[in-house]
């Protein structure tokens, strides 16, 4: 009897080995659940590979790692991503971005009327819910839930490619701040593009994944997220493995474009000190704009840089009747310290909404063990240097602050597809009373 038990135990052994050595051996399984960042700007799409243990965020077509979160409607196609801003110019009414600042988002008709002035394309109130409308071929509207699956739809196609199955299966980021509509019709933009959404996590608990502070024991993390236009801070705690977010503040007034704009206007300044007339051309201040864009770029790398453009001034000497411009060539050089000095003042806004997360997380600034910065504004070596100052400690910054929500809700679809080996998981305790404080 005992022999057979043993026997049976032995059986059991042998094929509990077979089938763990069986996973050491055979090529690692392909990933079935991809991980998606809607953003406002950029999205992107990434796996993890149990294999390795490692993600892969998925390049479009150009090698590039985001695209930029536009869809183009032609009298032929439908077009999103790059090739979709590629038409921004020449086809203006019928190239929409900013989408997800309107999914499933009710507005007040004043509200609604402000924010479709800020666009080149047409935004109708439907109800209170926002619309595109859209004129090729024939006139008809088109919902930001649908303008998403459009980019979720070009991002399944991506991962397809890339991995060599098709894909059904996706988790989704959202905001913290949305609400559970807004995370309803983010869901139903994935369905529209024929996926099944097994999980909506929130972007802040992304990237504290992405960093694995999920496996990891920390109790407070702070999340800073610094994009083009929108700053966001939020306070996470984690309880044995689950993240709660404790606070939100923000400004959605503050980013990398604020930044732009002043060393545009302090370039602007300098042509006029120089030629004594400031460029008014459309193409030269889209010129200068460039410019200055990869100025400030080139400064989170370099002390300082020298940026050169031809200008097209109407100065006086140029002709009698002043009518044909004058080519000059514009040069100046900038340091890291003058854009800072130009930026100081928005830069030291960025702490106000850190302090309030704090206060209403009832949490001393000693109490935070991980601060991870996330969006491409967190590059800027003024702006991580405060963070350090005021916290008196490193931010986690390994991970390209573009790609950190993707990588940690890649991480969460390899969880959610039962790669092996195990891993822990990350569960999030939704907090519906959680309001966001503005500064603005
Ligand atoms: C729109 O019109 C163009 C020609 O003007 C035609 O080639 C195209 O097929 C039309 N598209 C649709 C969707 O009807
Ligand atoms: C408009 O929205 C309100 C609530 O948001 C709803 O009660 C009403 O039925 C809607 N009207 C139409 C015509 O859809
Ligand atoms: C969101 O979707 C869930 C599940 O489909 C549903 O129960 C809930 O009522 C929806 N909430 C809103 C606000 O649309
Ligand atoms: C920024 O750097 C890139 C490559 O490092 C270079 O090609 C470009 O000219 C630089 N731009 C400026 C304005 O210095
Ligand atoms: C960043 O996160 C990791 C956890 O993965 C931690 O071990 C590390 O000390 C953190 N801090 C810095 C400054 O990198």
């Known amino acids: 009897m005992s022999g057979e038990i043993s026997m049976i135990g032995s059986v059991i052994l042998a094929l509990f080995l077979a089938g763990y050595l069986g996973q050491q051996y055979l090529p690692p399984p392909k990933p079935k659940v991809i991980g998606l960042d809607l953003g406002t700007t950029f999205c992107s799409v990434g796996v993890f590979h149990p294999g390795s243990g490692e993600v892969e965020v998925i390049a479009d077509e150009e090698g590039k790692k985001s695209i930029p979160s536009a ?40 509200v609604m009327e402000q924010e479709s002035a800020r666009y080149p394309f047409k935004v109708i109130n439907n109800n209170g819910s926002a619309e595109f409308l859209i004129s090729t071929n024939h006139t008809f509207t088109v919902s930001p839930e649908y303008i998403g699956s459009r980019l979720l739809l070009k991002m399944r196609k991506m991962a397809e490619k890339q991995l060599g199955v098709p894909i059904q299966k996706a988790v989704i980021s959202v905001p913290a701040e949305f609400d559970e509509r807004q995370r309803n019709y983010t869901v139903r933009a994935a369905n529209l593009a024929g996926l099944e959404i097994l999980r909506v996590i929130n972007e802040p608990t992304a990237a504290a994944m992405a960093y694995g502070l999920h496996k990891v024991d920390v109790f407070n993390v702070l999340v800073v997220d610094l994009g083009g236009g929108t700053l966001d801070v939020s306070l996470l705690n984690k309880q044995g493995g689950m993240f709660l977010t404790r606070a939100m503040a923000g400004n959605n007034k503050l980013g990398g474009q604020d930044f732009s704009q002043r060393l545009l206007q302090y370039t602007t300044e300098r042509v006029q000190q120089e030629f004594g007339v400031p460029p008014t051309l459309k193409e030269d201040i889209h010129h200068l704009r460039q410019a200055v864009e990869a100025a400030k770029l080139n400064l989170t790398l370099q002390p300082s840089v020298t940026i050169m453009v031809p200008l097209h001034l109407q100065t006086s000497g140029s002709s009698p009747e002043g009518a044909a411009p004058a080519t000059v060539h514009f040069q100046a050089m900038i340091t890291r310290e003058l854009f800072e000095e130009l930026n100081e003042d928005l830069f030291q806004k960025i702490l106000a909404p850190v302090k309030t997360v704090l206060a209403e997380g009832h949490l001393e600034k000693e109490d935070v063990d991980e601060i991870v910065l996330v969006g491409g504004s967190t590059r800027i070596p003024r702006i991580r240097r405060l963070i350090s100052e005021f916290f008196g400690k490193e931010p986690n910054t390994s991970v390209d602050p573009d790609l950190a929500v993707v990588t940690g809700v890649a991480i969460q679809a390899g969880i959610m597809g039962g790669s092996w080996p195990l891993q822990v998981s990350a569960i999030e305790i939704p907090n519906r009373h959680l309001r966001k404080t503005n500064f603005s």
């Open 71 to 110: 869809v183009s409607f032609t009298t032929t196609a439908v077009l999103a991503g790059h090739e979709a801003v590629d038409l921004a110019d020449t086809n203006p009414q019928n190239t929409i971005y900013d989408a997800k600042r309107f999914i499933g988002k009710i507005f007040e008709p004043e």
